[in-house]
């Protein structure tokens, strides 16, 4: 089992950053594949990006530029830097990991519980 926890939601004003941190526990050396994934209210979940152990990277390309996915491995850690955030970004924002890409990408086997990020305009 592994348990995923999101850290660095919070209230800010249009055009700050955030930084979204995601703390990863338990059996963490057979996931390859770790993403942030965001829900809006009345929208349907949406993947953001994700990154491979080896460090690849991919995002949604609504998203290119101003969205950036890390992870320090040592420290089981997944970050999310939001740069330049518009209100339209507000959504519960949740940290997903699976075995491998595919899985992450189409049903992730763990999730966090979620962290809210709000932008006022």
């Known amino acids: 089992q592994v348990q995923l926890v999101e850290s660095g939601g919070g209230l800010v004003q249009a055009g700050g950053s955030l930084r979204l941190s995601c703390a990863a526990s338990?059996?963490?050396?057979?996931?390859?594949?770790m993403g942030w994934y965001r829900q809006a209210p009345g929208n349907k979940r949406e993947l953001v990006a994700t990154?491979?152990?080896?460090?690849?990277?991919n995002y949604a390309d609504s998203l290119k530029g101003r969205f950036t996915i890390s992870r320090d491995n040592a420290k089981n850690t997944l970050y999310l830097q939001i740069n330049s955030l518009k209100p339209e970004d507000t959504a519960v924002y949740y940290c997903?990991?699976?075995?491998?890409?595919?899985?992450?990408?189409?049903?992730?086997?763990?999730w966090g519980r979620g962290t809210q990020v709000t932008v006022s305009s």
């Open positions: 997903a990991a699976g075995y491998g890409l595919v899985q992450l990408t189409t049903t992730p086997r763990y």
């Open positions: 338990g059996s963490t050396v057979s996931i390859n594949a």
């Open positions: 990154i491979t152990r080896g460090g690849s990277t």
